[in-house]
T-cell receptor
Framework: NAGVTQTPKFRVLKTGQSMTLLCAQD?????MYWYRQDPGMGLRLIHY???????AKGEVPDGYNVSRLKKQNFLLGLESAAPSQTSVYFC???????????FGPGTRLTVT | GENVEQHPSTLSVQEGDSAVIKCTYS??????FPWYKQELGKGPQLIID?????GEKKDQRIAVTLNKTAKHFSLHITETQPEDSAVYFC?????????????FGKGTKLSVKP
């Protein structure tokens, strides 16, 4: 099992550009999450999903959109990137009814 | 909503010494408290967790204690080794169990000097 994988690993965007980050998991988990990690700020939840076709806002959702069309995939979109979105983005997944989360390796995004 | 405070932000110990990281939480309804270890360039990895009906849990050199009354929990690492050097995050559940959501502390950078 690959666990949780994220694509791409690194990306540089210019202000105003758009992009999509892909998260895939092969553990048949119902729950999936997107976090951002900034120096000194810990992990902050952007959006999450408790099942295929459902999404919900987390702590810092502004400027991001998500989709969960397939159970194994969770996409994070930035429609118009801003320098404030420079961060490391982590995806995680977990089984329904549990709190255990399994994290991917992260995507480092720089917006200039 | 839930708020998790973590201290210290940095911790340096000599190899073989013990390390203790402390967290406090605000929501008395929280019932699950995990600890994650993040090595440089990698995603966080769950190392130990505790539920609110348990006061202490051990796994080899690491242990977690929970004081529900005071709303704080701690990670204890004994006989530290250089490979324990990493950033450690505590977290607390915050949604009553329906969505598996966690609120994370801001992390502690542990350095173990050989």
């Amino acid at each position: 099992n690959a666990g949780v994988t994220q694509t791409p690993k690194f990306r540089v965007l210019k202000t105003g550009q758009s992009m999509t980050l892909l998260c895939a998991q092969d553990m048949n988990h119902e729950y999936m999450y997107w976090y951002r990690q900034d120096p000194g700020m810990g992990l902050r939840l952007i959006h999450y999903s408790v099942g295929e076709g459902t999404t919900a806002k987390g702590e810092v959702p502004d400027g991001y959109n998500v989709s969960r069309l397939k159970k194994q995939n969770f996409l994070l979109g930035l429609e118009s990137a801003a320098p404030s979105q420079t961060s490391v983005y982590f995806c995680a997944s977990g089984l329904a009814g549990t709190y255990e989360q399994y994290f991917g390796p992260g995507t480092r995004l720089t917006v200039t | 909503g839930e708020n998790v405070e973590q201290h210290p932000s940095t911790l340096s110990v000599q190899e073989g010494d013990s390390a203790v990281i402390k967290c406090t939480y605000s929501d008395s309804a929280s019932n699950y408290f995990p600890w994650y270890k993040q090595e440089l360039g990698k995603g966080p990895q769950l190392i130990i967790d505790i539920r609110s009906n348990v006061g202490e849990k051990k796994d080899q050199r690491i242990a977690v204690t929970l004081n529900k009354t005071a709303k704080h929990f701690s990670l204890h690492i004994t006989e530290t080794q250089p490979e324990d050097s990493a950033v450690y995050f505590c977290a607390a559940s915050w949604d009553g169990g329906s969505q598996g959501n966690l609120i994370f502390g801001k992390g502690t950078k542990l350095s173990v000097k050989p």
